[in-house]
């Protein structure tokens, strides 16, 4: 293997692929977000006990957040490079295989999966308190008091909001790094951890309306393009393009979030139902924008469509990719 370029690029989004499908993220296995998280904890708690002239100021904090968004997105690419980089000198096919490895860790699509079926079984068994109960590990809102149509409309919701920046941008940005000397994991471990950084400290209510203000816009900026993408590939999918780009572009824009609106609108009408609505977060009520045509209700039968389409445009963007790798390493040979 003499450049990063050649035919061998494409070997690690493959077997990447392969272990997500089959192992996924073992909840007793060391993840790298766990690091970041922990290096986020400890920023953020660091900066909060700071001096209090600096914490009211939005321009500290607007400054504190900018660099731990450097730090760790910057870092772990860097991280990423460095040991696959190290492990190629030792030995090529340690380089490939450890490139895999960290690639596998930033899709999240057997973890998805698994999350929607952990709660689709009790629903599914007529057992609504378990569903709910189940449900409180995945989701943001309150569970107590749903009834079984908003458990199923708050599993469809995230697995269409999570499709995008827990498995299209990794693999989006793992395919780009592979094409480039950088290679996957590096610009995947650089994604998630602008990923990790938006749902820990990406809010606007405080404490973390300024500190959070940098990595929320550059997570939006990353996830833009796989977003947009993502849209276009579901609306082939469904057979129905026009109509499914057509209702994106009617309901999606109301949503407050310029890519997770999208993508949830992408999959409800490539799907014919309906999502949005009322939402309880520790007791406060938030009304999301309707998205989609209510064509058919939210079933478990459905959930799985999405789930399914979510694996069809996985496995469509990885085969265009890999072919793109093999002739660009023939060009470069």
Known sequence: MTEWTDGYAAIAPVVAAILDFWVGDP???PHPVQGMGWLIRRYTDWVFKANKSVTESAIAMKLAGVLLTVILV????ALGWGLVTLARRIDPWLGVGLDAILLASCLAGRSLRDAAEDVLVPVMQGDLPEARDRLSRYVGRDTQDLERSEVLRAVFETVAENAVDGVMGPLFYGLIGAATPLGSASLALAYKAASTLDSMV???EAPYTHLGWSSAKLEDGLTWLPCRLTVLTLALLSRHPRRVIQLCQR?????PSPNSGWSECAYAASLGVRVGGKNV?????KVKPL???SLRPITPEV??????LDRICFLLWLSVGVVLLLTLGTATT
């Open 27 to 29: 909840w007793n296995w």
């Open 74 to 77: 910057v870092g772990s690419g």
């Open 202 to 204: 990406g809010y606007r």
């Open 251 to 255: 309901d999606a824009a109301a949503d």
């Open 281 to 285: 977060y520790r007791g406060v009520v």
């Open 291 to 293: 998205m989609g045509d």
């Open 303 to 308: 959930v799985r469509e999405a789930l399914t």
